[in-house]
């Protein structure tokens, strides 16, 4: 081939590639303007301090599903944390304990899993023994979803913590324990702080796995033990009726949520950004 | 304190407890497994586990449950959505390594990456009110009355034009999957050594030649990761299908016309199930679904580190 066709082809290809660019950035632009536009819309006094009207009613708000969304979100990254930091510091701190190698395995493949089946796991082991459905199987569902990437994120940036930090606690005469605690753990407080709000990102966006499980609830309730709404479910329900004012409602809160992820993986990017 | 409270028993306490939590979720994650089996038993046990997952028939109200056409769909949406996908997924991350300025590379790689934090019922919200209205009356409709004039052959193909159905349901989940495959590319694009493109510029060859003959084979390991990634996420995924893709369970299906993933099913039927058999046939798909997860997972793997051993660059 000779360089003029070789050129014209270069140029063709590098045309080629902006263009599959576009086709990926500019759906994003229409979601993005739209989640603003038709949500800003649906913010008032009334979203937010309001339940929801019968069904066909124009009016009305989410306070049930947004106080329902820190209530199960909340309960869910405690259980995730502390299963999640556990296994993390398992993982970095006793590389040699023989449970590591099927502990790994299970954060690799729960990694791997769909979120709805995460859902059909809750409704199994606590909505079944509970006999109802209720805020808190929506909360173990979502953090199942929230496990592997805070173990993942823990081991990571435990392992990036250099071993004279532990050597020179050591050396000092500290207790194991005490060295991971008081010298690990707070050197490594930025980027276990980013594990736990990019899985609170995740667990916050997801509704397949509350679905059967939160399960839902027009009504205001802080007990977990009571079935829940959630912004997620929330935006499902509304979105599928017939209802012009639910629809509208479903933006606004589709611009609640989206917010809320994105203060929260804001949050994670900082203290990714603070550890260095 | 005393000193031995504060050593021995300090050490052994700590190590006690994180040794128990990560246990615990070993122990956790075999129960899953357990109580998954035993709740799909009883659906597999009245159809024979291949007698379910070939079982052309999905009907609550006789109580026959066979998987085939959830399977199919779930396949048929996962595969084209893929399709779709991965090209705009390799350019993107061909263009913020390769081509884009520098002031541009943050900014596109980050907007690229937000499509993965916006939540599926989002994509599903926003597919259901912006890009079904349209794509129904200038997409489906046009080609539907051309075909019915000049190829009535192809119209069981091609189905109802309803907006709702098997493309409108692929079109979001290729636009859900584009930052898994991407992002994943990016890494493996930006890990190629310089000397890697400098030595195929002093041959003398274009930009092109060098992404094409030098990068990308060089990377090829790391962008295949992220396209299984992405299938993995195309396989699971929920909301935005169950609200775009119509919920039919019957065969044969057809492009523009309703149909189902195993997904889809499960998060439409699970709350309605009123008999065990129900229930549990939904179950079994849950079941099936983890399956395939698994076995995209494994092969992926297994693929990766063949990839890399023949590569055996550096």
């Known amino acids: ?276 | 304190m005393p000193r031995w409270i504060y050593r021995r028993l300090g050490d052994r306490l700590f190590a006690g407890v994180v040794v128990a939590l990560g246990l615990g979720l070993v122990l956790l994650a075999l129960l899953i497994a357990y109580e998954l089996y035993s709740g799909a038993a009883p659906a597999l046990g009245r159809f024979g586990f291949f007698g379910f997952l070939l079982g052309r028939e999905w009907d609550a109200v006789r109580g026959v449950f066979g998987a085939w056409p959830a399977l199919l769909g779930t396949l048929i949406t996962s595969a084209l959505a893929l399709v779709l996908a991965f090209f705009p997924a390799l350019a993107a991350a061909i263009y913020v390594v390769e081509l884009a300025p520098a002031w541009l590379k943050e900014p596109v790689a980050y907007l690229v990456d937000l499509l993965a934090a916006l939540p599926s019922v989002v994509y599903g919200l926003w597919g259901l009110f912006v890009l079904v209205p349209p794509l129904r009356a200038h997409v489906e409709s046009p080609l539907y009355l051309w075909a019915a004039a000049h190829a009535p052959g192809v119209l069981p193909l091609l189905g109802p034009p309803t907006g709702i159905g098997l493309f409108s349901a692929t079109l979001v989940l290729a636009l859900m999957i584009v930052p898994y495959a991407s992002s994943l590319a990016r890494d493996a694009l930006a890990l190629v050594p310089r000397e890697q493109r400098e030595a195929m510029y002093a041959l003398g060859a274009t930009r092109w030649e060098v992404i094409r003959g030098a990068v990308i084979p060089y990377a090829r390991a790391g962008i295949f990761s992220g396209v299984v990634l992405a299938l993995a996420r195309a396989l699971g995924e929920t909301m935005a299908v169950t609200m775009l893709i119509g919920n039919s369970v019957e065969l044969p299906y057809s492009l523009f016309g309703p149909a189902a993933t195993m997904a889809s099913l499960i998060a439409n039927e699970f709350t309605e199930a009123s008999d065990d058999l129900h229930l549990s046939a939904l179950v079994a798909v849950g079941l099936l679904l983890l399956l395939i997860a698994l076995l995209t997972n494994l092969v992926a793997t297994w693929i990766l580190n063949r990839m890399q051993l023949e590569g055996g660059r550096r």
């Open chain 1, 1 to 276: 081939m000779n360089l003029g066709r070789r050129r014209f082809r270069d140029r063709v290809m590098a045309a080629l590639v902006v263009l599959g660019t576009l086709v990926v950035l500019v759906p994003l632009f229409f979601i993005l303007f739209y989640v603003f536009a038709e949500g800003l819309g649906a913010l008032n006094w009334a979203f937010f301090t309001q339940g929801p009207r019968p069904p066909g009613e124009a009016g009305g708000g989410m306070l049930p599903a947004i106080v329902g969304t820190f209530v199960v979100d909340l309960i869910a990254l405690v259980l995730a944390a502390v299963l999640g930091l556990a296994a993390g510091i398992l993982l970095a701190e006793y590389p040699e304990h023989p449970l590591n190698p099927p502990l790994r395995l299970v954060a690799d493949v729960m990694a791997g899993l769909p979120a709805i089946l995460m859902g059909l796991v809750a409704f199994v082991l606590v909505v079944k023994p509970l006999g109802h459905f209720s805020g808190l199987s929506g909360s173990v569902a979502l953090a199942l979803i929230m496990i592997p990437i805070i173990v993942r994120a823990t081991e990571g940036v435990l392992k990036l913590i250099p071993w004279e930090l532990r050597e020179a606690g050591l050396a000092l005469g500290l207790p194991r324990w005490r060295v991971v605690l008081s010298l690990v753990l707070p050197a490594a407080r930025g980027g276990i702080l980013t594990g736990l709000m990019l899985a609170l990102a995740r667990g916050a966006g997801e509704a397949a796995p509350l679905l059967f499980t939160a399960f839902g609830n027009p009504y205001l309730t802080t007990n977990p033990l009571e079935p829940m709404d959630t912004l997620p479910l929330k935006i499902f329900v509304y979105a599928v009726s017939p209802y012009e004012d639910w629809h509208r409602q479903a933006w606004g809160a589709a611009l609640l949520l989206a917010l809320l992820i994105m203060a929260a993986s804001y949050l994670a990017r900082r203290y990714a950004g603070g550890r260095r």
